[in-house]
DNA sequence: TTTAATAACCGTCAATCCTACACTAAATTC
DNA sequence: GAATTTAGTGTAGGATTGACGGTTATTAAA
């Protein structure tokens, strides 16, 4: 059995004339050809929602509709590089957290032409989003629980997006990428509790985050958000990546959230 | 920063003559198009080691060398199906436990011409695996830590793919797709215990496996491999199924296992 | 300057789970 | 019937988890 959810797309079946090369073959002269894009699926965090980044796509076919941000892999690209490029062009960030989430390959998910779409998932801090740069694009940032209707199969990619988010949010220290530099507690188990929409009880929400080490308490406060003012927190980038694997197990049993 | 191994590939770079397409472009004309294959991770337990299915490539390049089996993806042929119908053509087998692994894209992986593969994790019961068929590859099973030297790529999609299975297999029940309808507790610890390349306690062991509900014990006994003969148990497969995503923290700690 | 309001911060207890560890039971062979 | 081999079982101590309420720091209003 594949573990892989139904395809649920449009049914135009465009067969284009393109017959085989019937010349004797040297190399793979035979096989079918394909055009490939990358779409990313980005997540952004606004200190109190879970968003996601999408534009208005500025070509046809679907036009004016909302899309994922994508791109044509080219010539001597590799998949990551694509992603990589089309993440930068619209949010003027490099070296953010990005991740292969999945091959989508329906022949008729393109009505033009055939073309599989590799899906990255990416987790930025919104903060560093440049707003200018998006504008080109009619970019706008929708929570999680209020994206509109989208092109293609590009729901169905944000849902797998969503379902992995969380999935290794369980396991890894990931939601940090969606987090500036400092960041207090009650603002990251915010951050969680929207992850799994569900509420966490605070003293053991703490325990258990300070338990991992991977927090080092600083000397300021935020004091926007309450009168007393919470403890701002760095990340321990060194132990981050030496404990990223080590994770495992954070949230307990995650498929009992509600 | 990409969470994704480097690449380590060939670098024999040939820059085929494919002008961009100048007139004016209607749909995607000017996109470069490209070759996509899917590949096969095929794992199997004979009872005793974890093994690998692995061919000997029947065409050029590389004609002769030990590969993984894969084959292009056909014109109005999903990723899915295409990997599928490889599967089959090399077992014999359908309905077994596939799962898209990793979208390999490195411009230069395949010499000939550029091509992009999509590779599949699988795992089979070793015993329902047609050996008459193999036969016309060539194919050959390797126990993991016997592996040949592979063609291309091939052996950064079987390392990535070993850990997969062990990520995976420490938080759902996959492994219970490499066995028998009917196996022992002393048969699975082995599976679990070659896996993780590591020993198990018996008492914990079976007490853990157990408390999960997913066996069924059986009238029978085993009666090869000890003189005493130990219980079958068969997989609830209505459990199975409702549990996949509950089997979560199955080995405890898995980063710390040796 | 006191008082009220708000959200941060802290600690304990009970239940559960995990780990380490050793003997008995069943069947076969000699 | 004695010896051998592997299956099968239980317990105690430590660690982790989850449930739960009261105090503290700060600001704004009285």
Redesign the pocket.
């Known amino acids: 059995m594949f573990h892989r959810k139904k395809f649920c797309y449009f049914h135009i079946s465009i067969v284009l004339a393109t017959p085989y090369n019937t010349t004797f073959m040297t190399g793979y002269s035979h096989q079918k050809r394909f055009l490939v894009a990358v779409d990313c699926i980005i997540f952004g965090f606004d200190g109190q929602q879970l968003k996601l980044l999408l534009i208005q796509r500025g070509f046809e076919p679907e036009k004016g509709k909302w899309s994922l941000m994508g791109g044509f892999v080219e010539k001597e690209e590799s998949f990551e590089l694509a992603a990589g490029r089309v993440l930068h062009k619209l949010t003027g960030l490099e070296n953010v957290y990005m991740e292969q989430l999945y091959a989508f390959s329906d022949p008729n998910r393109d009505p033009i032409e055939r073309t599989a779409s590799i899906t990255y998932f990416t987790l930025i801090d919104i903060n560093q989003y440049k707003h200018q740069i998006s504008k080109d694009y009619h970019a706008e940032w929708f929570p999680l629980n209020k994206i509109p209707k989208l092109i293609f199969d590009h729901s169905e990619m944000v849902e797998m997006a969503k379902e992995k988010l969380r999935y290794k949010a369980a396991l890894h220290p990931i939601l940090f990428e969606l987090l500036p530099e400092k960041f207090?507690?009650?603002q990251l188990q915010v951050l969680y509790e929207g992850v799994y929409d569900s509420t966490f009880?605070?003293?053991?929400f703490?325990?258990?985050v300070l338990?991992t080490g991977l927090l080092v308490k600083q000397k300021e406060?935020e004091?926007e958000?309450?009168?007393?003012?919470?403890?701002y927190f760095k990340l321990d980038k060194r132990k981050y990546k030496t404990k990223f694997d080590a994770f495992l197990?954070f949230i307990?049993?995650p498929h009992k959230l509600k």
């Open positions: 207090t507690l009650p009880d605070k003293r053991n703490s325990r258990k338990s406060k004091k958000s309450s009168k007393r003012g919470a403890f197990n307990p049993n």
